[in-house]
């Protein structure tokens, strides 16, 4: 071909850039199908969005038809899971995390109370703050929670890993 990197496919396409530099997304027989004129940076589609960076340096989130159906307002994002994303922006050296939904809707409002968010499967976000490990519900509330934990994993068919003092277990959804 004559694209310069690629990443692999995923949801049928795949992000390649072309030898002039353009982000271009590519179906399976090749065929470019979407063209980011004004992205520097993107990723693989999941959940039908995909992120991409603006020359601005901000994160959004396109469609497969290339619409932005979340605007580029953020300094760092993750991609989306089960239909949530974790977002980030930065003030006066602070990061400010949050949890949004593919509407662009803020389920966990951007706050400094985490050191880690993220989505963590089955309608639970993991969390880090300070001394404490745990676990958020949609509602923001903290359900799940240990100070005695030093990392939490994702849910996986109801369970999902803690660890403690280099030492593995298995949680359930009420802990």
């Known amino acids: 071909t004559n694209y310069v990197q690629s990443l692999s496919f995923n949801e049928g396409l795949a992000l390649v850039t072309t030898s002039t530099g353009k982000l271009t997304y590519i179906d399976k027989e090749y065929k470019e199908v979407l063209v980011l004129d004004d992205a520097i940076e993107s990723g693989y589609f999941f ?93 923001g509330e903290e359900v799940i929670k240990d100070d005695d934990w030093d990392a939490v994993g994702p849910f996986y068919d109801g369970h999902a890993f803690v660890t403690e003092s280099r030492e593995c277990g298995l949680i359930d959804k009420e802990g």
């Open 47 to 139: 959940d039908g969005l995909a992120k991409y960076k603006n020359k601005e340096g901000k994160w959004g989130f396109i469609n497969k038809e290339g619409e932005k159906v979340i605007p580029a307002k953020y300094d760092y994002v993750e991609s989306f899971i089960e239909g949530y994303a974790m977002v980030r922006n930065t003030i006066d050296d602070t990061y400010y995390r949050g949890i949004i939904d593919k509407e662009g809707r803020e389920i966990i409002k951007l706050n400094n109370k985490y050191n880690k968010l993220s989505v963590a499967l089955d309608g639970f976000f993991s969390y880090k703050q300070e001394d404490e490990v745990g676990f958020l519900n949609t509602e």
